[in-house]
């Protein structure tokens, strides 16, 4: 089993980034001060003062920080959310009081009571080609950004521009989380394999190791 930590605050610089990471843990990041863009596999959101932001365990996403840097609240949460959620609180200071003594208290009562944050817009032909990116697997990218009616180029520039990474890496995530989904549900290898579209087991525990540190067997017990 995987401890939580305690809640802590970063601070980041202005106009720095944080390569895509991840989190073994799910958890919440509660922006204190400041502003910063969050890329990943779900879009581009825009958090500022008073956006709480509720990952899933392993969720892999990248921060682009504003002209003013950032300070946040992150805090390690013991059951995983149905995805990534969002959402803007008004008493910020009332939330991180709570979220410093009882984080779970605390993002309940954020996801209870706050207006929920959607993604920024993207183009619509980037719409169609990221469905298209993580529901035919067997298709080629290129393939898929030409009946979008731009270029295979163009379609990975401005992927890595709002997503953070490439087209292949995006799919790639895709068939990853859906892994980590079974086998946390209780799933075993070969029905990870299954589900997410992997060739193989050996090329499910590669990936997953390189991504998580752990084997499908022990994921599966974390």
């Not at 401890?3 to 204190?32: F, I």
């Not at 410093?100 to 183009?123: G, I, Y």
């Not at 029905?191 to 991504?211: N, S, Y």
Request: aromatic share 6%; proline share 8%.
């Amino acid at each position: 089993m995987i401890e939580p930590v305690p809640p802590y605050e970063s601070r980041h610089a202005p106009l720095t980034a944080l390569a895509q990471h991840r989190h073994a843990t799910a958890y919440g990041a509660l922006v204190l001060d400041g502003e910063y863009e969050e890329a990943s596999l779900d879009g581009r959101f825009a958090c500022m003062r008073g956006h709480l932001v509720i990952h899933p365990p392993w969720h892999a996403h990248g921060d682009q920080f504003g002209p003013g840097g950032a300070v946040v609240l992150n805090f390690s949460l013991p059951e995983s959310p149905d995805g990534l959620r969002a959402a803007c609180v008004a008493d910020v200071d009332a939330l991180e009081r709570l979220a410093r003594d009882n984080p779970v208290a605390a993002a309940q009562a954020a996801m209870d009571e706050a207006s929920q944050s959607a993604p920024l817009s993207p183009a619509p032909w980037l719409v169609g080609y990221m469905a298209a990116l993580l529901n035919e697997e067997r298709v080629e990218t290129g393939v898929l950004a030409r009946r979008m009616g731009v270029s295979p180029e163009h379609a990975s520039r401005i992927c890595k521009a709002w997503f953070g990474t490439s087209p292949s890496r995006l799919r790639q995530e895709g068939q990853l989380r859906r892994a980590i989904t079974v086998l946390r549900e209780g799933g075993t290898p070969s029905d990870a394999v299954h589900e997410a579209g992997f060739c193989d087991q050996p090329h499910l525990t590669r990936l997953l190791k390189r991504m998580t540190g752990l084997t499908p067997a022990r994921l599966r017990c974390a």
